[in-house]
């Protein structure tokens, strides 16, 4: 209890230094602060259409991706290459797309999704095994594969998936059968956010309530003492949490193909998995905690566009505003360490 309202004061302190340093950056920058403010809010959650076709709508794949750093980091892992992995999950769903064109909506989209997650994983998959077969640390091999993923895509779009006419970098539209149902008539939501909602619950429940999930976690608070332990096969579990990682997030690229842009394209993620880290470290690695903070960037893209659009503030403003979140995130958590650390010394 005393921990959660530790934890609920820190991320009021960082959300306040990061609101004080928006404000900061309008005036250096020389914007109004009030209007750009406002139509940041009103971007985010001014109407009933911006709060679900907007702000929910980029909460989801920031939510997928999210999981996929949280559940990564939980092991121990830094999977930085979400991005990558959401990419060429959206790119096997594209792929998939055109010989399923004429399937049903219950055949289609479920193997779509499945196709994306498959992919996702095995993209991590690559990350896992140059880490445990040649020792190569997973924040370089994923940083590299997150170029290599961007390329890759770029020369489908070109190539082999471009449209039949061939005039856009693009694939062709994925045919309405195969798209992912709306929620609400009239806005973009789509039934991705309860899939996202459905995943989280599981992701939980997996690491809290299983054995499985007990050994991802124990080597992520300690590799060497679940080691020498000897009833936990570390590489596996490690190659385990990376590939489930890699999953989650390349099913939040074919949620997101599906559900929202119906085609692949250049630049097909504004960097969904890079903020994916942020979302993860702000929710303290919690899988139900991403449900909230995925919201919260959410509505920061949102009211980005919106800030943009109506008070002609460069939207970014708003991503140094998340790079520096993730640096006030890991500040405090090393401040709450070490005031934890006094105080069990006094003790």
């Known amino acids: 209890m005393r921990g959660s309202a530790r934890a609920l004061a820190q991320l009021g302190i960082v959300l306040l230094a990061a609101l004080a340093l928006l404000s900061l950056l309008l005036v250096a920058t020389g914007h109004a602060v009030g209007p750009a403010l406002a139509a940041l809010v009103r971007g985010a959650f001014g109407s009933s259409y911006a709060i679900t076709s907007a702000t929910i709508v980029r909460m989801i794949p920031l939510g997928f991706a999210g999981l996929a750093v949280s559940l990564a980091f939980r092991a121990g892992i830094l999977n930085i290459g979400a991005e990558g992995q959401l990419l060429m999950g959206a790119a096997a769903a594209a792929a998939l797309a055109v010989p399923l064109a004429a399937a049903p909506a219950a055949v289609g989209i479920p193997l779509l999704l499945t196709g994306g997650a498959v992919a996702g994983a095995a993209w991590a998959a690559v990350a896992a095994l140059l880490r445990l077969r040649f020792g190569v640390l997973e924040v370089i091999s994923t940083i590299m594969l997150n170029f290599v993923a961007q390329y890759l895509t770029g020369w489908l779009v070109r190539g082999p998936l471009q449209e039949p006419t ?22 973009r939501l789509h039934v991705g956010v309860l899939l996202l909602v459905v995943v989280a619950f599981a992701t939980w429940w997996w690491l809290t309530h299983t054995a499985s999930g007990f050994r991802v976690r124990a080597v992520g608070m300690n590799e060497a003492a679940a080691r020498s332990a000897g009833e936990v096969a570390v590489g596996r579990t490690i190659a385990g949490a990376f590939v489930v990682s890699g999953l989650l997030a390349g099913l939040g690229g074919a949620v997101e193909y599906t559900g929202v842009t119906y085609a692949l394209y250049e630049n097909f993620s504004p960097g969904y998995g890079y903020t994916a880290i942020a979302v993860a470290l702000l929710a303290r690695l919690h899988p139900l905690g991403v449900l909230g903070t995925a919201l919260l960037f959410g509505a920061l893209e949102a009211g980005a566009n919106a800030m943009q659009r109506d ?19 890991v500040g405090a958590d090393r401040w709450s360490d070490r005031l934890s650390a006094r105080a069990e010394a006094a003790t």
């Open 311 to 329: 008070a002609g503030v460069p939207s970014v403003v708003v991503s140094v505003v998340e790079a520096v979140l993730i640096l006030l995130i």
């Open 166 to 187: 061939r005039v856009n970098p693009q694939s062709a539209s994925l045919p309405s059968a195969l798209q992912l149902p709306v929620l609400l008539e009239g806005t």
